[in-house]
């Protein structure tokens, strides 16, 4: 628990006359929370009480007997609702009149162009007020609020989109019963029916059994609802009903909810009805769900194979609490090699998910040894090296087990691309404890190695909580052999198998499945069979020749905005005088899209905006009931972002984009910034109250992590990394560190990332990358720098003089050409003068293939300044490639070797016409087989010994596994050679060729006075990549000075030259559809 608290009593007492007397009471106590243990920033409440005796005496005034005194209980009880226990609370039409007053705040803010980077305006918590203040509405007062928003202007539109928003996340028993009351009468759309009822359970602050009963005519919504609305209402209550019996129902009530499900599902005829009721059982999750699943998945259900594997599926998140049931069950399933790939995956992932014991893995590994199925054996093997390197706490004590068996599996063939797995990539910091978790299930055909099957789930954690559970489950068969009937065999082989008389295979109907779950809830779930898809198909195939022409006339509007609170953790403790002390983390998001598109003679204006303001905060405050302020610490994070797009696009005679650059200075960009305060707030708070409170107190207050800079300034300051022009596209690119304290360094940020980054990705190397961005993002979210900074990346405006930026695509002959020009819009007084060119780049391409094997390129870039007050930059580029081609499928010789030779030239001319002059680069690169290569293929080795006994005798090359990898080997080419040579070259850049040299020297141990070529302005580097198994390091030359060094084997083999068909069905889908 991060709050502790204490409370001390210090007693002063005088005995007289044998009666002991308090003369003085010293009472203090402290509430102290701190969300990363000792990492972050502590914040406390401390409060201090001295009541001193000043005289005793009688009075008869007051009786004891009086009336006017009320009896009290001593215990403290907790605030319901309303934490001002009815002090601080404003009147109706006060709450009413704040409402609206923040609704127009938060559309005004979407008014307003431009990145807005002040820091107060960063810290923008208008959506946490909005909610406290819904929370005071009762049912009919959130209709009127509603009705009073029910406009058709642009502004109304925006305010009641947000209004709509904010509904299911206000988490009170009346917004709810006001959702219900707004979808059984139908007066919103069925897509934000849809999304109220999607985030409804989620936010359900107090959920009880009479809010439960309320709610339950989601299960008959009318049948006027579109079916998309009502299946989502029937997901809806199944989640109600695990949030509300989580904490408390009748057993009863419980087991008369599942059965209803269950009975629903039963009496339903239609596949979609089927899966939807068998979702919502799942969404339930307690009593006897898993019973109820079990006999719907067993091998001797009769359901289809698809709502058998949903169930098991939908078994998952409650394997843990019923071993005893999922064993009996899925056993016989993954034993029986009749089962379909998907029911005995489902099954075996059950197995290991429901008792993560040594026995019950060593039963399986001793089963799936013998296994034949190498989609099984890999998903197994997959599961178990995954798991072994993993970071995630769910999957510690599994992973353990797995480390003990991954050393004597059965590595898989490399060489059969199996595409079914089960792949964790994960990271923690082991220094703070968070982390993030992605899993990808791919199960495929095991007839033609293609996906039909992938589930993947995305987990964070932190502070001992998984949040951000997110899933996406899609399934898709009978695609590919609908398309192979679609397209129809080649006809002498369909009458070669027509006359053999085989019985033809029966194609397996087209189904296709979408399902969606947060916090292991399904919140979407879709089906499509061949009668929808072909619907669909024939729509599209009905609509008019024109309908390109009916697209580019089309006009229309965009204004969406999405509200969301991913996040709320709150506490309410009492102090040590009796007042509220409220302790909470939350997260806030808005999105907003906004724009219009219309047409015009030659094309489309397309002008919409994208923002969207994030503010995550950590805070703790107390109410003060005498003067009916709230004193607060607060640790906050904001991120905001505003991205417009006003281009014009041609779509007729030529293709161009163009826009105006902005009259004013405008940023484009985001930026985020971290700080703590300390605030004074009331609705009746002024300036005098405070000083009365505190004499050197201000409302808000900025707290340094450095003492020092408290009181100054002098300190904080701003870091420019990046303040770049970009004349042509007529801005300036900054990157810049603001409201920063000096010992906030980047390095020592990215040092303390790397130094406490643990992760897993041994299933795929390239994951590595990706893994370390996202443990940036996460550290820069849970644990910002303490004290106050932020960093901003924006596009400003560079001239408020108003141009036109236009990018143009042309082909003219057999040259294309792409021009990008920056020009001054002519004036309205003078409309037919020519436009003033400002920047210009002009690049013409052209392209010859002489032959199969050789082809040229040739590039022209100009770039023009101010009409000709400058001279002209021209760089031309020339290639020649040279690259062999065998049509052969496979053969035992090796390539032979492919060369592309570059010229650049680059200078200033007075003219664009003519050649490039000044400075010259030619590079000639050569790859070809190594020696090694040739030297292996000769030796009595796999797989070349076995290829040549396979091929004996015959006119082709056979297609083996054997003879596969040696043709692939022979025709990937792994040395390489780049001859570089330069004359005339800037001095910059011959500084930094100076020192590169220099470098290579140092790093070099075997450099030699006679490794150079004869002149200093060549280089000869040459490079060997052993194969992807071996053990070998890359051999790397510079003008015959060599050097080991190591490259990730997984990238090399991906940018390795490779000739004959290897090249284009070396990838695994390819290759399945060969």
């Keep these: 628990n991060p709050i502790m608290k204490s409370s001390e009593r210090l007693y002063e007492v005088e005995m007289r006359n044998n009666t002991a007397q308090i003369q003085l009471v010293n ?23 001295t009541i001193k005796l000043i005289e005793v005496r009688n009075s008869d005034e007051l009786s004891s007997t009086s009336n006017e005194f009320n009896g009290v209980s001593m215990e403290y009880k907790l605030p319901d609702g309303d934490l001002t226990q009815g002090r601080g609370v404003p009147s109706k039409e006060k709450i009413l009149k704040y409402i609206s007053s923040l609704l127009d705040r938060l559309s005004q803010r979407l008014e307003n162009p431009g990145l807005d980077i002040h820091i107060d305006n960063l810290h923008n918590r208008t959506i946490s007020i909005l909610l406290h203040y819904l929370g005071y509405l009762n049912r009919s007062d959130l209709e009127g609020a509603y009705k009073n928003i029910s406009g058709t202007s642009y502004k109304e539109e925006t305010v009641r989109n947000m209004f709509l928003e904010t509904l299911p996340q206000i988490g009170t028993k009346e917004s709810a019963l006001f959702i219900l009351d707004l979808i059984q009468q139908q007066k919103v759309s069925g897509i934000t029916a849809m999304q109220l009822l999607t985030q409804l359970p989620f936010h359900i602050r107090k959920p009880d059994v009479q809010l439960l009963v309320s709610l339950q005519p989601l299960l008959t919504l009318p049948e006027a609802s579109p079916p998309e609305v009502r299946n989502t209402g029937i997901l809806t209550f199944g989640t109600l009903i695990y949030r509300t019996c989580l904490i408390f129902c009748p057993y009863e009530m419980l087991d008369d909810y599942v059965r209803l499900y269950l009975d629903k599902f039963t009496e339903s005829n239609v596949y979609d009805k089927k899966m939807i009721w068998l979702e919502g059982l799942s969404n339930i999750q307690l009593g006897r769900v898993v019973e109820f699943l079990e006999p719907i998945a067993s091998g001797n259900s009769v359901e289809s194979r698809h709502l058998r594997a949903l169930a098991a599926w939908a078994s998952l998140p409650t394997a843990t609490l019923r071993p005893d049931v999922i064993y009996p069950v899925y056993w016989p399933i993954l034993v029986n090699r009749s089962e379909h790939l998907e029911m005995r995956i489902a099954a075996l ?19 799936i040894q013998g296994e034949s199925n190498s989609h099984l054996y890999n998903y197994f093997y997959t599961t178990l090296k995954s798991m072994e390197s993993s970071t995630f706490p769910c999957y510690k004590q599994v992973g353990l087990i797995a ?6 599996l059965r590595k898989p063939n490399a060489y059969d691309s199996v595409v079914t797995g089960n792949y964790i990539f994960d990271y923690q910091d082991i220094k703070r404890n968070f982390g ?21 789930t995305l987990k964070s954690h932190a502070s001992g909580m998984a949040f951000n559970d997110f899933s996406l489950y899609i399934k898709a068969t009978g695609l590919m052999k609908s398309l192979s009937e679609f397209l129809q065999s080649p006809t002498r082989v369909k009458d070669i198998l027509n006359k053999f008389k085989l019985e033809r295979r029966p194609i397996e ?18 089906h499509f069979n061949e009668t929808n898809i072909f619907e669909a198909l024939n729509y599209l195939s009905a609509l008019p020749a024109n309908a390109y022409h009916i697209y580019k006339n089309m006009e229309f509007h965009v204004n969406q905005q999405r509200i969301n609170v991913p996040l709320t953790m709150e506490s309410i403790e009492p102090s040590d005088v009796g007042t509220t002390v409220r302790i909470a983390a939350t997260a806030t998001s808005l999105f907003s899209m906004r724009g219009n598109f219309t047409h015009f003679s030659d094309g489309r204006n397309n002008h919409v905006i994208l923002r969207t303001a994030i503010h995550g905060s950590q805070i703790i405050e107390n109410y003060n009931p005498i003067g009916d302020i709230w004193h607060a610490a607060e640790r906050a994070l904001s991120i905001n972002g505003y991205f417009p797009a006003n281009i014009t696009l041609g779509l007729n005679e030529k293709l161009f984009i163009s826009y105006n650059t902005p009259s004013e200075y405008l940023r484009t960009g985001f930026a985020t910034h971290s700080r703590t305060t ?16 505190c004499a050197n107190c201000s409302r808000q207050y900025t707290v340094r992590a450095d003492p020092q800079n408290n009181h100054n300034n002098e300190n904080i300051h701003s870091q420019v990394f990046v303040d770049w022009t970009l004349a042509e596209l007529g801005g300036k690119l900054h990157i810049k560190m603001f409201d920063c304290e000096p010992q906030i360094k980047p390095m020592d940020l990215l040092n303390d990332i790397w130094n406490h980054h643990r992760s897993n990705y041994d299933t795929w190397s390239l994951a590595k990358y990706p893994l370390m961005a996202m443990h940036l993002l996460d550290y820069l979210t ?34 294309y050409m792409l021009s990008l020009t920056r020009t001054q819009p002519t004036s309205q007084q003078q409309p037919q003068q020519q436009q003033k060119i400002l920047q210009q ?52 010789k090796h390539s032979d070797p492919a060369t592309i030779r570059f010229n650049l030239a680059w200078g200033y001319s007075d003219t664009a016409r003519g050649k490039c002059t000044g400075s010259n680069v030619i590079m000639n690169l050569a790859a070809q087989v190594s020696e090694e290569q040739i030297t292996q293929s000769r030796q009595d080795k796999w797989p070349y010994k076995q290829c040549r006994q396979q091929s004996y005798g015959k006119t082709l090359v056979p297609y083996t596994t054997a003879c596969y990898q040696a043709s692939r080997e022979l025709s990937t080419m792994r040395k390489y050679q780049i001859f570089i040579s330069f004359d005339n070259l800037p001095e910059n850049m011959n500084t930094f060729i100076r020192r590169i040299r220099a470098l290579y020297e140092i790093i070099s141990d075997n450099l030699t006075a006679t490794g150079y070529t004869k002149h200093d302005n060549q280089f000869i580097i040459t490079a060997t990549f052993p194969p992807k198994d071996s053990t070998d390091s890359t051999l790397v030359s510079l003008n015959k000075n060599q050097l080991s060094m190591n490259f990730n084997p997984d990238i090399i083999d991906v940018l390795l030259t490779r000739t004959r068909l290897h090249r284009f069905i070396d990838n695994s889908i390819l290759r399945a559809l060969f």
């Design 841 to 892: 780049w002009t690049i013409a391409i052209l392209y010859e293939s002489t032959s199969w094997q050789t082809d040229n390129i040739k590039v022209k870039a100009t770039k023009t300044i101010a009409d000709g007050e400058e001279k002209v930059l021209k760089i031309c580029l020339e290639m020649d490639r040279t690259m062999p081609w065998n049509w052969h499928f496979l053969t035992t």
């Design 678 to 693: 300390t605030t004074i707030r009331g609705t009746q708070l002024t300036d005098e109250n405070i000083k009365k409170l």
């Design 509 to 526: 109907p087209i189904h296709f499945e979408l399902i969606m779950r947060v916090q292991q809830k399904a919140v979407l779930c879709m």
């Design 436 to 456: 993030t978790m992605i899993q990808k299930i791919t199960i495929a055909s095991p007839s033609s190695n293609m996906p039909e099957v992938i589930y993947m």
């Design 782 to 815: 849970y644990v910002p720098p303490s004290g106050s900074c932020g960093i901003s990346f924006y596009i400003e405006t560079a001239n408020i003089q108003p141009s036109q930026v236009k990018f143009e695509v042309l082909k003219i002959a057999d040259r």
């Design 27 to 49: 009472a203090t106590g402290e509430i102290y929370i701190q969300p990363f243990r000792s990492l972050g920033e502590g914040q406390f409440f401390f409060t201090k009480q």
């Design 349 to 367: 992932t059950l197995l290991i998910v429901s008792n993560p014991t040594a026995n019950r893995v060593i039963s399986l590994y001793w089963y």
């Design 403 to 408: 480390g003990k068996f991954a050393r004597i």
